[in-house]
């Protein structure tokens, strides 16, 4: 069993890990700082650019069950991120096609979380064409030596020859590729607003151990 944590619009390697394996998703860890639980890269024409929702501080943050975790909104997050979404790919090929998906979760108030990454997972999978329920897990998930434990490989910064051995992200267009090389392992969002259609087959052909 490989056990993912959820993330906000995950990128290339988890989803390419829940298409491909069984697969449980962790929404009773412990929320983990600066990692990708809130934090998305989307590529701008300056290069990767880092999207975090800022989540409701005080207390021991880092000892509550992400499931716990409430959104902030003492700033106007939400329109940054979707102004940024609009910036980068707006003149991706399939970004039109995708956008009305995507834009009510920048429009609608999700006072946790998880609410606010689960539901956009979801949307994900749909717009992917990838027909699997996301299984939740109903209490901390303490791995065994079979399972493929992966919740310590989402932070920015990871070296993910840890976890994911003799692995390759399969290449793709990308909106500013004709100005800089490319970028591996952004948001998958990057991913479906560039291939659209061909997204899923993408996935199917990443990180796969060579």
Same mark, same amino acid.
């Given at each position: 069993m490989t056990i993912l944590p959820l993330t906000y619009?995950?990128?290339?390697?988890?989803?390419?890990?829940?298409?491909?394996?069984?697969?449980?998703?962790?929404?009773?860890?412990?929320?983990?700082?600066?990692?990708?639980?809130?934090?998305?890269?989307?590529?701008a024409a300056g290069g990767p650019l880092s999207l975090?929702?800022?989540?409701?501080?005080?207390?021991?943050?880092?000892?509550?069950?992400?499931?716990?975790?409430?959104?902030?909104?003492?700033?106007?997050?939400?329109?940054?991120?979707?102004?940024?979404?609009?910036?980068?790919?707006?003149?991706?090929?399939?970004?039109?096609?995708?956008?009305?998906?995507?834009?009510?979760?920048?429009?609608?108030?999700?006072?946790?979380?998880?609410?606010?990454?689960?539901?956009?997972?979801?949307?994900?999978?749909?717009?992917?064409?990838?027909?699997?329920?996301?299984?939740?897990?109903?209490?901390?998930? /303490?791995?065994?030596?079979?399972?493929? %434990? =992966?919740?310590?490989?989402?932070? $920015?910064?990871?070296?993910?020859?840890? *976890?994911? @051995?003799?692995?390759?992200?399969?290449?793709?267009?990308?909106?500013?590729?004709?100005?800089?090389?490319? /970028?591996?392992?952004?948001?998958?969002? %990057? =991913?479906?607003?560039?291939?659209? $259609?061909?997204?899923?087959?993408?996935? *199917?052909? @990443?990180?796969?151990?060579?």
């Amino acid at each position: 069993m490989t056990i993912l944590p959820l993330t906000y619009l995950g990128n290339t390697l988890w989803y390419s890990k829940f298409l491909q394996e069984e697969c449980i998703v962790d929404i009773h860890e412990n929320y983990i700082k600066q990692s990708y639980r809130n934090r998305c890269d989307l590529l701008a024409a300056g290069g990767p650019l880092s999207l975090t929702a800022p989540v409701v501080k005080g207390g021991s943050i880092h000892k509550k069950p992400l499931r716990e975790m409430r959104l902030d909104y003492s700033k106007r997050w939400q329109h940054q991120h979707w102004l940024s979404f609009v910036s980068a790919y707006r003149n991706s090929p399939y970004f039109d096609h995708y956008e009305s998906m995507f834009a009510p979760f920048y429009e609608k108030r999700f006072d946790f979380l998880f609410d606010f990454t689960y539901g956009l997972a979801e949307t994900m999978l749909h717009a992917l064409k990838i027909d699997k329920p996301i299984r939740l897990s109903d209490r901390y998930i /303490v791995a065994g030596p079979e399972d493929c %434990d =992966l919740r310590d490989a989402f932070s $920015p910064g990871t070296d993910l020859s840890q *976890y994911v @051995s003799l692995c390759q992200p399969a290449r793709y267009w990308q909106v500013f590729a004709e100005r800089s090389p490319f /970028v591996p392992n952004l948001s998958v969002a %990057d =991913l479906l607003f560039c291939e659209g $259609p061909q997204s899923k087959e993408v996935l *199917y052909n @990443s990180w796969i151990s060579r």
